[in-house]
């Protein structure tokens, strides 16, 4: 066999193995060869327990609604990326996949925006913000979380009261002992906590423009703040009482001011 023989055999078969791959490909992208009509929609969400905006009757009405629900369609005419398309419109959904397979199935995996802190500001407005300082608005959500008053606008919580709210975040006791944060008209930041019948005052959060300095010095206002008045807490409170002082001011380093409660609001 000369070799423009070998040669020719040789590219035949490269033919052939590339067709057969382009075929199989062809084969596991296109499930109508088997199934030709979607027999089952399964809808993955990650924390739907923990976040609870997003439940998969949710999603399902989401994408009838747009008529892309893709179950006993047919799989040729289900997209999925007009399916991940959709659900990522949403304000509640963090990141969205579907495929499909070649049994007939469609598979839709969802994670969810983590809300950290809800805000119910001076103006009315009432919306959460995610772990990533966005914006998701009011919804049927009922978790514990840490509820934001007074004056805050939308730029100051983005920029500003997220940061504070993740630092907070980060200490277990903090998470369960602060129920609302207050912005006064100054923006100083009051506290109000679960246990103990009082208001506490830290001052005013680090100012900044640039973004990474600013988490910085949020982080480091908070470790200083809330480290003082964790031993206030244990040296302090815990000896003359957590009801004794209506409010605590410790704004600055070097003092703490406490006014004694009065015995008609005992």
């Known amino acids: 066999m000369n070799h423009r023989v070998k040669k020719g055999i040789f590219i035949t078969l490269n033919l052939l193995i590339a067709v057969y791959l382009v ?12 199934y030709p009509i979607c027999t089952k929609v399964s809808i ?8 609870g905006f997003l439940s998969a009757k949710e999603v399902k009405q989401i994408l009838e609604k747009k008529r892309l629900y893709p179950f006993k369609k047919k799989m040729a ?8 398309d959709l659900l990522k419109v949403s304000p509640f959904v963090k990141t969205a996949q579907c495929y499909k397979t070649k049994d007939g199935y469609v598979c839709i995996n969802l994670t969810q925006r983590l809300p950290i802190i809800r805000i119910k500001n001076s103006r009315g407005e009432d919306y959460y913000l995610d772990d990533h300082g966005g914006i998701m608005p009011n919804s049927k959500y009922t978790s514990d979380l840490i509820i934001a008053t007074g004056n ?8 500003y009261l997220a940061y504070f709210a993740i630092e907070l975040m980060k200490d277990e006791f903090w998470k369960n002992q602060i129920v609302q944060i207050n912005i006064l008209p100054d923006m100083g930041i009051e506290i109000v906590p679960r246990v103990g019948d009082h208001i506490v005052c830290l001052g005013s959060l680090p100012q900044t423009k640039n973004e990474n300095k600013r988490k910085e010095l949020i982080a480091a206002f908070v470790n ?10 244990k040296y302090g409170l815990s000896q ?5 002082y209506s409010y605590i001011d410790i704004e600055f380093d070097n ?7 009065n015995k008609t609001e005992i």
């Open 240 to 244: 003359v009482g957590w009801n004794k």
């Open 255 to 261: 003092q703490i001011i406490c006014k004694k409660r």
């Open 152 to 159: 805050i606008n939308r730029a100051y919580a983005k920029n």
């Open 77 to 84: 005419d289900i997209n999925p990326r007009d399916i991940e």
């Open 224 to 233: 200083k703040k809330m480290t003082r008045l964790k031993k206030f807490y």
């Open 44 to 51: 993955n969400i990650e924390d739907e327990s923990t976040n």
């Open 23 to 34: 075929m199989a490909m062809v084969s596991f992208n296109n499930p109508k060869e088997t």
